[in-house]
């Protein structure tokens, strides 16, 4: 209706100034479907429009299928402005898809983390961690602390995990082994002990939540902000702070498009989207980290895995991987996991 809509006022726009026809344009965002969309629509996209005039069209799919359009679309970009994960924006750097960010447009960026300025193309808008999540009811004994504890015979059988992105479990694996995503060949033996408390491994965030309520896997390598979700669902959900390494941080960013013509009203999408109320409003309906140090955590969120607030937290709570070594290493930790981990 909205596309129509404009189609059916081309001949109006043709009779106003340039500048406002460009601002009658909707800047068009590539982003995850479902509720990552429907978030991004509500809590940064309205008040971007109510601001500025300008209205926000979507173009979805998942991170990967959105960087091969991205390639082919290059001379003609197809979108004015992308989310995606921050080791995947290394993907684009090197193609060119994202153009360099003049920080000066963008007020709110001077109040964000060190950490969430990913490179001089792409700023982090919320974090989160993979970590372990479980339910006390059905696993009984000693709490989970660390990361090590996932090996304990006793939960053998239990343990579900991401087989879409095994990054965090390799990582983890070769980080108490001595390595880390450089050296991660050093935890592969690490990782070969654990299979036999695999129980299920997901590609979905649904999918995930699902083994975890009907207790298939009831302890998970999982994004923090699933188990907020299913916390705040009435579920007996214990999200942990592992001693040992921490969670694997994830921040997902924006980047603006090179070639698209539309760079300022991006720029203003960005700089909303960094601001300390549209933060806030993504902590509250994501239960993920503000990147912005200034907006507050609500007090049940407030110190968890994944909610970082203050620079010793970004510091101390989590481990960054390289962004640019996973991105060109994810395809061989994908087949590396699938055929020594996922095979029978």
Same mark, same amino acid.
């Given at each position: 209706m909205r596309r129509r809509a404009f189609i059916s006022g081309l001949s109006t726009l043709a009779l106003l100034p340039a500048s406002q026809v460009r601002a009658a344009e909707?800047?068009?965002?590539?982003?995850?479907?479902?509720?990552?969309?429907?978030?991004?629509?509500?809590?940064?996209?309205?008040? $971007?429009?109510?601001?500025?005039?300008?209205?926000v069209e979507f173009e979805v799919g998942g991170t990967l299928d959105r960087l091969a359009k991205a390639?082919?679309?290059?001379?003609?970009?197809?979108?004015?402005?992308? $989310?995606t994960t921050s080791h995947v924006g290394r993907l684009y750097m090197s193609d060119g898809l994202f153009q360099k960010l003049d920080l000066g447009k963008i007020p709110s960026a001077t109040d964000l983390a060190r950490e969430a300025v990913r490179s001089e193309a792409h700023l982090g808008v919320w974090? *989160?961690?993979?970590?372990?999540? *479980?339910?006390?009811?059905l696993i009984g004994g000693p709490e989970i602390t660390k990361w090590g504890d996932l090996w304990d015979p006793r939960f053998k059988g239990k343990i579900g995990m991401p087989d879409f992105d095994p990054s965090h479990i390799i990582v983890i694996?070769?980080?108490?082994?001595?390595?880390?995503?450089? %050296?991660?060949?050093?935890g592969q033996e690490r990782l070969k002990r654990l299979k036999p408390n695999v129980a299920a491994f997901f590609s979905t965030d649904a999918r995930s939540q699902d083994l975890m309520k009907t207790g298939e896997a009831p302890v998970q390598v999982m994004l923090s902000s699933n188990a907020y979700h299913l916390i705040d669902q009435g579920l007996s959900v214990k999200v942990?702070?592992?001693?040992?390494?921490?969670?694997?941080?994830?921040?997902d960013c924006m980047a603006v498009m090179a070639g698209t013509k539309k760079a300022d009203a991006a720029y203003q999408f960005i700089n909303t989207a960094l601001s300390r109320d549209v933060q806030e409003g993504l902590v509250a309906t994501l239960k993920a980290g503000p990147t912005n140090l200034k907006a507050m955590v609500p007090a049940k969120l407030k110190g968890q895995p994944g909610i970082f607030?203050?620079?010793?937290?970004?510091?101390?709570?989590? *481990?960054?991987?390289?962004? %640019?070594?996973?991105?060109?290493?994810?395809?061989?930790?994908? %087949?590396? $996991?699938?055929?020594?981990?996922v095979a029978k």
């Open positions: 909707p800047l068009v965002i590539s982003s995850w479907g479902g509720s990552w969309k429907d978030t991004i629509d509500r809590v940064i996209a309205k008040p $971007f429009t109510a601001k500025t005039g300008i209205p390639r082919v679309s290059k001379a003609s970009p197809l979108v004015d402005l992308t $989310f974090s *989160y961690v993979y970590t372990i999540a *479980y339910r006390p009811d694996s070769a980080l108490l082994e001595g390595g880390n995503e450089i %050296e991660w060949q050093k942990v702070q592992p001693a040992d390494r921490g969670g694997i941080v994830g921040i607030s203050t620079v010793a937290e970004w510091k101390e709570r989590g *481990y960054i991987m390289d962004d %640019e070594t996973r991105a060109k290493t994810l395809a061989a930790w994908k %087949e590396w $996991f699938n055929a020594n981990i």
